[in-house]
Every structure is written in C-alpha cells, then in structure tokens.
C-alpha cells in the first residue's frame, strides 16, 4: 500500500473559525441533511482523536468494509495507517469534499493543513490530501478505509 492511501484516514475538522463551506455532491442515494451531520459528526470525532494523538482511539473508529459487512483492520493495516499518523502531524483537518453515490459507496476527501501560510501570494503548498470512505449500514454510518488495493473501493463508481 502507498504512504497515500496509509494517510488517507486522516481527516479534516470543520469547526470554529476555520469552517469553510464543503461541497456534498448528491449522485443517486436518497440523503437527507441528518446523513450529512452524521458523517460530519464522525469525521470530526475522528480529527480530535487524531489532534490529540490518540492515534489508536481514531483507528478504532475506522473498519474495513468487506462485502456488506464492517471488519477491524488487520494488524498490517492498522500498522502501515499508525506509522503515517504519527509522521504527518498537521495544525489541523478540513473537508473539502463529501460525495454520496450509494450507501456504500461514498467518499469524503479532506486535507491536512501542514502550516499557515504568511499571505495570500504563498505559493508554497501546505495541504496534504486524503480520503476515506463512510458507508451506511442499517442506517447508522461508519468510516471505512479506502485503499486502492480494496475491490470496495476499486469499483466505487465515484470518480476520483
């Protein structure tokens, strides 16, 4: 697996002052603004875990989905995820983007903020991006791994 998809569970924080409009893109699954929040909610519970470093609490909210079933990372997995957590330590996590195609096939890309830029002609980059897949099951969401290497994620009709 590539250090990209490694640091893809890291996730952006919407809160405060450094809130910024996401876009939600609405493709063919019934969504209601409840949805929306509930994926927001994780995500977010998600980032503070990973802010205070509580690196094992925020992988424990991150599965792997197989087939229509959610699963615990294999130990390699949750390695290789945990070794990119503590390397890439950002000031903090924005959602630049939330895309619903099918319960379980949704997509939510984030950036990790490395460091404020002094003025608005820095042409320094200073986001990493990432991405991570939440899927509902039984009507309740779930943050999930994606990982190019996962056939769930491979055949999501979501273009990357």
Known sequence: MCLGALLSVIIAACTGKN??????????MELSSADTTEVTTLMNQYFDLLLKKDFDGALSMVSQLND?????????????????MKIIQPLRYEIELMQFETEKDCLVKYSAILFDKESFDDNRPNKMFYVIKPVRIDGKWHLTVADDDDMNTRDSKIAK
Do not use: C, F, I
Request: charge should be negative; glycine fraction near 4%; charged fraction near 30%.
């Open 68 to 84: 229509d079933s959610l699963s615990a990372m294999t130990p390699e997995l949750k390695a290789h995820y945990l070794m990119g």
């Open 19 to 28: 809130q910024k409009d996401v876009v939600v893109e609405e493709n063919r």
